[in-house]
């Protein structure tokens, strides 16, 4: 899938009228019938089923509908599992660029991700007041298949819907198409499991404090875990290109950005040290130690390694970046190239040969919007604000995984210090 992309000055993009705010429109039965129709070749393919836990909620009125985030085909499981029932969707604001009319039909409802958005609440307070279920995503995608952290009031939002929850926990998507694999899909089963999580009796009397906690333990998975305890096999030998978007960092020399996955294999250009993707999911040096076979702990190493940079004054991101702007649903307007920077202090952009200068504080949000391949383009870090958001393309190898994590660390050490 690719975006409607313009080049404009920065000068131009900030005098440009910003999208005006509407109310979610109950999706058209033609278009949801037209994508569950779509669906049906990837969820034969992958030959998908589910199973139900006190799912009869979905029946007894609008529900707020909480899911995992693994791929792109997680849109094509709840088709299934909903239809015909109809249902709104919370979506990335940059889903309706260049098609607001097609993304309305489907009932979407956009969002600026970790961006403070009291609009949300309100559109979907709008929409289950209407009759219609939403559909929800609350966490980012998954880089290394772990469950990421969830917004932090999502009891208390919860509590403020005062509608049945129900959540959705998929396996299988993530080993079908992981991010880090540039869009390549693998053969893979895929399954879901539909669980009625609270009713409108539990959402109102158990406190906001104890819904986040239920809620937290439904979503804790590890998707390389169950592919080792399942025997799934992935036989595709393009089974760890891009893997070193997640595993930027050799264990074995300490060197960050010389990793390259291609084929079956990771390699470190500083050291020469070689690992095998096996097909079970393993991770195994070609040659000597292997100091990590499962890639979250490899993955958590990287986290730790990167909160002690920072407690040390060490961390640090500086870069030349390719900005693109969005400010409507126009389009998404390249202005050129800038400067990022991350460190304790947050993020600064500059470009536009000096006009432009935006900084955001480590409590602006508990993490970033990151992405892989994003529409095609490439490796993207994105920051805003309710006016403009910035897409960062960094010409560093290896640099978005490590910045999404310094973002979650540095607001935990600065929410607990203030």
């Not at 080049?7 to 429109?25: C, D, G, I, T, W």
């Not at 070749?41 to 009125?61: I, M, P």
Request: glycine share 6%; aromatic share 12%; hydrophobic share 35%.
């Amino acid at each position: 899938m690719k975006i409607k992309r313009k080049k404009a000055s920065y000068q131009e993009v900030l005098k440009m009228p910003r999208a005006k705010h509407f109310n979610p429109r109950k999706p058209s039965f033609l278009f949801s019938t037209i994508v569950r129709l779509l669906a049906i070749g990837d969820l034969t393919r992958t030959k998908f089923t589910y199973t139900t836990e006190r799912a009869e909620l979905l029946k007894q009125g609008p529900c707020l509908i909480l899911m995992n985030h693994s791929s792109f085909i997680d849109l094509q499981m709840i088709s299934k599992i909903m239809y015909p029932q109809r249902y709104n969707i919370v979506c990335t604001s940059d889903g309706f660029v260049g098609k607001k009319w097609l993304m309305r039909l489907l009932g979407c409802i956009p969002t600026k991700k970790f961006v403070t958005d009291l609009t949300l609440i309100k559109d979907i307070n709008y929409a289950l007041k209407k009759g219609t279920h939403v559909l929800m995503y609350p966490e980012a995608y998954s880089f290394d298949g772990c469950a990421t952290p969830l917004p932090q009031k999502m009891g208390a939002l919860i509590k403020l819907l005062k509608v049945p929850v129900v959540t959705v926990i998929t396996k299988g998507a993530f080993a079908y198409d992981p991010l880090y694999n540039c869009l390549q899909k693998r053969n893979v089963k895929t399954s879901a499991h539909v669980k009625g999580l609270f009713t409108k009796e539990e959402v109102q009397s158990l406190s906001a404090e104890e819904l986040s906690k239920r809620l937290e333990e439904q979503f804790t998975f590890d998707n390389f875990k169950w592919q080792q305890q399942e025997g799934v096999k992935i036989k595709e030998p393009f089974r760890a290109d891009g893997l070193h978007r997640i595993l930027y960092k050799c264990p074995h020399c300490n060197s960050e950005g010389k990793m390259e996955g291609k084929g079956v294999n990771l390699t470190c250009s500083a050291c020469g040290k070689v690992y095998t993707l096996t097909e079970e999911g393993f991770m195994k040096a070609v040659d000597g130690k292997t100091e990590f076979t499962h890639i979250p702990d490899w993955y958590n190493w990287e986290r730790a390694n990167v909160k002690q940079e920072i407690l040390k004054g060490e961390y640090l991101l500086d870069t030349e970046v390719d900005i693109t702007m969005m400010v409507n649903y126009k389009g998404v307007y390249d202005i050129g190239k800038g400067h990022l920077i991350h460190n304790e202090r947050g993020f600064t952009l500059t470009g536009a040969n000096g006009e432009l200068n935006y900084s955001q504080p480590p409590l602006a949000s508990y993490s970033l919007y990151a992405d892989y391949y994003w529409y095609e383009i490439g490796d993207v870090i994105c920051i805003g604000n309710n006016d403009c958001l910035y897409y960062c393309f960094p010409q560093k190898q290896g640099v978005v995984s490590k910045t999404r994590m310094a973002t979650e660390e540095l607001f935990k050490l600065n929410k607990h210090s203030k």
